[in-house]
């Protein structure tokens, strides 16, 4: 394997390793352990450090325009072909659970999609808007949502605005 692929492989540990240890660090709140939280989030900041430098050398980081490109094309891919095979798949095993996850992952891609195109089409204009990502299936809506989720069903008082 060449160093770029090494890189690759090593940002997709890193940025797993994040992920993973935010997801410990939740739960070790949640059972009344604030120092391994603590510890936890401490992990994964330093493992997002890693994940970037990886990015950068590997040339992953381009201009604005450029990663909105990205971005669109991925989160594309992602509910046009990524999770309609899984989703079968999940079918086909008769696994609800992970049919439910990546059922609410495709429909928010798309949402994701959508957001990343406006913020194409809008660049340069300036104009701020807030986001608000709901705690259960990470529906992402531009401003304050007033109902429910679309996608879940959670209600719009548990969104938390992302700054």
């Given at each position: 394997m060449s160093s770029k692929d090494n890189l690759k492989a090593?940002?997709?540990?890193?940025?797993m390793a994040n992920r993973t240890y935010l997801a410990f660090a939740k739960k070790a709140d949640a059972e009344g352990y604030p120092q391994v939280a603590k510890l936890f989030r401490a992990a994964a900041a330093a493992e997002t450090?890693?994940?970037?430098n990886h990015l950068q050398r590997m040339g992953g980081v381009g201009?604005?325009?450029e990663n909105l490109k990205e971005a669109v094309n991925g989160e594309t891919y992602e509910f046009e072909q990524m999770y309609p095979k899984f989703i079968e798949e999940a079918k086909a095993?008769?696994?609800?659970k992970a049919l439910w996850s990546f059922e609410v992952a495709n429909e928010v891609e798309k949402v994701h999609a959508s957001l990343f195109e406006k913020a194409l089409d809008e660049l340069g204009s300036?104009?701020?808007?807030?986001?608000?990502?709901?705690?259960?299936?990470?529906?992402?809506?531009?401003?304050?949502?007033?109902?429910?989720?679309?996608?879940?069903?959670?209600?719009?008082s548990k969104f938390e605005r992302v700054d």
């Open positions: 090593a940002f997709t540990g890193e940025s450090i890693h994940a970037h201009t604005t325009l095993e008769g696994d609800n300036n104009e701020e808007v807030d986001y608000y990502v709901c705690p259960v299936c990470g529906h992402t809506h531009e401003g304050k949502p007033e109902d429910k989720c679309p996608v879940c069903g959670a209600p719009a």
